[in-house]
Nanobody, 129 residues
Framework: QVQLVESGGGLVQAGGSLRLSCAASGRTFSFYAMGWFRQAPGKEREFVAAISRSGGRTYYADSVKGRFTISRDNAKNTVALQMNSLKPEDAAVYYC??????????????????????WGQGTQVTVSS
């Protein structure tokens, strides 16, 4: 498995922006499709965004489409989530996740929690209204 460490969470006013980063180590980063999930208190963990191994394909939850952007740098073993126009309902613990896709095409991405093999510890995002 790959080890993942998130950073960049914090407190922001509604309408503001935050950039989350996730650093990966331990395995060949380019073997993994990457995703971001979030979990608010009392709710299930939900999909936010995904990016393929190559970075050429991305996919977003409807709730964040047009406001969030996922990107990756395979040379630096990092994946980022740029979050703009934040809303109070975006507040949650955000998790970076990796799905082993070495036997899948470079365009593969995943959106289900069960499809991911490795998870970070999470970073808190708080949005004040």
């Amino acid at each position: 498995q790959v080890q993942l460490v998130e950073s960049g969470g914090g407190l922001v006013q509604a309408g503001g922006s935050l950039r989350l980063s996730c650093a990966a180590s331990g395995r060949t980063f380019s073997f993994y499709a990457m995703g971001w999930f979030r979990q608010a208190p009392g709710k299930e963990r939900e999909f936010v965004a995904a990016i393929s191994r190559s970075g050429g394909r991305t996919y977003y939850a409807d709730s964040v489409k047009g406001r969030f952007t996922i990107s990756r740098d395979n040379a630096k073993n990092t994946v980022a989530l740029q979050m703009n126009s934040l809303k109070p309902e975006d507040a949650a613990v955000y998790y970076c996740a990796a799905a082993d896709a070495r036997f899948r095409g470079a365009s593969y991405y995943a959106t289900g929690v069960e499809q991911y093999d490795s998870w970070g510890q999470g970073t808190q995002v708080t949005v004040s209204s």
